[in-house]
């Protein structure tokens, strides 16, 4: 294209985004005295802005459109960090002492988004499974989340039981719950799929806010006992240590999810999770129970989520059923995609991207959300495979000779 | 030599639709069998039954697998009857496009192999060696069929002739002892097909699997087969050796269409 060009369709682009952002940033309407002003000054420096930016974005895209072949030099990067093991080894050694002290540099509130954070890389990863490995579209994930949830703050509301006890049992109700919902949508795939599961969330939800008898309906249940530490309870009085705490408890579950994701990956059972993802009708003529696969992937990703339900209920000591609407459901999803389908670094990459992001953006007020909003469309638009795609294990056989 | 696919009266109506009318079939070990028909004589659905995609409205589906008794398949789920011992390949290729050439025949293992998720999370060393027996003998499989250097590629790279070839290895590391090929020589190239015929010869003769395939290329099949069934409209119109088919009155109306002048 010449310059001309670029410039011309620079200038509609610029003409475009001052109509687009004409009500929000031109139109100021003062409700005290019911004047209305016209901010012509802001609509010229938007025009001025896009058109400069589209103009330099086409130049440099110009320029880099003739090697288009070779792999970018990001994903250079990234192979050679993922290639070289004194590369990795040593980042992976940063990563992990920046991890462990983190509590200690910086502020109590910052560990609690952190906390949050690897929360949702969790979640993510439980989701992963479902959803980047065998493929079966789940919206309505957060039904297992608040089922895990439930599960402790009932149960120590009642009985008294305490975090490690209900840790495993809430998984284990989460897991019951993923066969529950994955008996009935065996037969499904894709779009029915996702609309059933959309529906099972809503229906656990609901159930939660209306049942007041049984889940306290809106108001929650409050006054959840926090985790105990080696069987010492820790005080109110000593939140900060109680917030340190749960950073490391988390962090510890991220680590074993990690290690546990990556060995079934690359097992029998993840290989026929993937198959059926590809093809569900060779997958089973190549001898894979369908049922079997799919009932394990749901019960699996449950298990996470209710994993992290029970976190949930100890580090926030109150819960209620806002806390798990479709939103969360979308914000888990968004996190696979954008990180990467399948890939671990991926889904990391991107909890902390989607959770971090509006915590941090909280400098910009009002403009948040449209901030968040346009971070991931520029994500999608520029890397649709995600942050860091999925890697396939590649085989070796040089010198060994095979045995069969 | 004994019979190990009995196929009696099946029969397959989809609503109003009768795509299978008692169809007769049988084939004995180590035969290739060829079965064919015009475009929509139900030669597939013939398959779909068999595998167990379909459940036929009725007739018996019997198979007898080596040094085992007779089990009736009817209705049976697909990966049962592959665990029997019948592996299929698709009409249009069915591999799983997103794995590595490498990892489509390891999913051909699954139903030969056991280790579950725990033993995926301890990996000890009974899932360490079954994990190193299926990456071998794949990478046996692959090598036999000529694929080895393209190990780490995906499948959906390969160029079509390789990819027809794969479909068949990943059918093969299943241990069957028939092998169901549906349309394998569809688009391959004339070299393509002459390889596709020495490989079906291999599997035969040092695999000894017996073959049951559709196809529309008349020169392979009367080079191939030892028997031919000839399908329309359902229905079994003729069978018998090559040298028969090829002369059979019936067969030849069926495929030209009947003369109005006669």
């Known amino acids: 294209m010449t310059p001309l060009k670029h410039i011309l369709r620079s200038i509609m682009i610029s003409i475009w985004f001052m109509f687009l952002t004409f009500p929000l940033m031109v139109v100021y309407i003062n409700p005290l005295n019911y004047t209305v002003t016209w901010r012509w000054k802001n609509m010229i420096m938007v025009g001025i802005g896009t058109f400069f930016a589209s103009f330099f974005w086409r130049r440099f895209q110009n320029r880099t459109v003739g090697n288009n072949d070779k792999p970018s030099l990001g994903q250079k990067t990234l192979n050679h960090i993922y290639t070289s093991p004194e590369i990795s080894r040593m980042l992976l050694g940063v990563l992990i002492l ?55 703050a009932l149960l120590n509301h009642h009985f008294g039981v305490g975090f490690w006890v209900a840790l495993p049992l809430g998984a284990l109700v989460a897991a019951f719950f993923g066969i529950l919902l994955g008996i009935p949508v065996l037969r499904l795939r894709g779009d029915y799929l996702a609309i059933v599961t959309l529906g099972f969330g809503e229906i656990i939800r609901l159930i939660l806010e209306n049942w007041d008898k049984v889940f306290f309906g809106p108001s929650g249940i409050s006054n959840i006992s926090r985790p105990a530490f080696f069987g010492v309870e820790l005080v ?15 962090l510890l579950l991220v680590l074993f999810t990690i290690f546990f994701v990556n060995r079934l990956k690359n097992s ?19 001898g894979i129970n369908k049922m079997r696969t799919k009932l394990t992937a749901f019960a699996l990703g449950a298990t996470w989520a209710g994993m992290v339900g029970v976190i949930f209920a ?42 971090l992001l509006p915590e941090y953006f909280r400098t910009l007020g009002d403009y948040r959300m449209l901030a968040f909003g346009a971070s991931m469309v520029i994500m999608m638009v520029f890397r649709p495979q995600g942050l860091i795609s999925h890697i396939r294990t590649k085989y070796n056989f040089n010198a060994k000779e095979p045995l069969a | 030599m004994n019979v190990i696919l009995d196929v009696k009266n099946l029969t397959m ?92 025949i ?35 499989l692959l090598k036999k069929i000529g694929l080895e250097r393209q190990v780490n590629e995906f499948a959906k790279n390969l160029p079509y002739g390789d990819q027809r070839r794969l479909e068949i290895a990943r059918a093969m590391a299943t241990d069957p002892f028939l092998l169901l090929l549906d349309e394998p020589a569809a688009g391959l190239n004339p070299q393509e097909t002459t390889d596709l015929v020495d ?64």
């Open chain 1, 236 to 250: 109110e009085k000593s939140i900060p240590h109680a917030i340190k705490y749960m950073y490391y408890l988390v």
């Open chain 2, 13 to 104: 109506d989809f609503g109003g639709v009768r795509a299978l009318n008692r169809l007769d079939l049988d084939i004995r070990a180590g035969e290739i069998v060829a079965l064919i028909g015009p475009n929509g004589a139900g030669k597939t659905t013939f398959f779909n039954c068999i595998t167990g995609i379909y459940n036929p409205t009725g007739g018996d589906i019997l198979v007898t697998p080596p040094q085992k008794k007779t089990v009736r398949v009817n209705g049976v789920k697909p990966h049962i009857v592959t665990r029997m011992g019948l592996a299929r390949t698709f009409q249009n290729i069915r591999l799983f496009q997103n794995m590595t050439v490498l990892e489509n």
């Open chain 1, 98 to 152: 920046f991890t462990l002290s983190f509590p200690f540099i910086f502020s109590t509130y910052q560990t609690n988004v952190f906390t949050t954070a690897l929360m949702y890389v969790v979640l993510g990863l439980g989701l992963n499974i479902v959803v980047g490995l065998a493929g079966l579209l789940d919206l309505g994930y957060v039904a297992f989340y608040a089922v895990g949830a439930y599960s402790y």
């Open chain 2, 199 to 262: 490989l079906i010869h291999k599997i035969r003769t040092e695999d000894k699997i017996s073959i049951l395939l559709i196809e529309h290329d008349m020169k392979l099949v009367m080079t191939l087969s030892d028997r031919i069934f000839v399908m329309d409209y359902g229905k079994k119109i003729a069978q018998g050796t090559p040298g028969e088919i090829r002369n059979n009155p019936v067969v030849i109306k069926a495929y030209l269409g009947e003369d109005s002048d006669a």
């Open chain 1, 314 to 355: 100890a580090k926030t000591t109150f819960i209620n059923p806002a806390s798990f609407t479709f939103m969360e459901s979308a914000i888990i999803l968004s996190i696979v995609v954008l990180g990467g389908m399948g890939s671990i670094p991926g889904v990391i990459l991107g909890a902390f991207f989607l959770v």
């Open chain 2, 106 to 140: 390891m999913i051909g293992r699954h139903c030969r192999t056991q280790s579950e998720i725990l033993g995926a999370l301890i990996r000890g060393p009974k899932t360490r060696a079954e994990e190193e027996h299926i990456v071998h003998y794949s990478y046996a």
């Open chain 1, 268 to 286: 029998r059972i993840g290989r026929a999770w993937i198959a059926l993802r590809e093809d569900e009708i060779a997958c089973q003529a190549m």
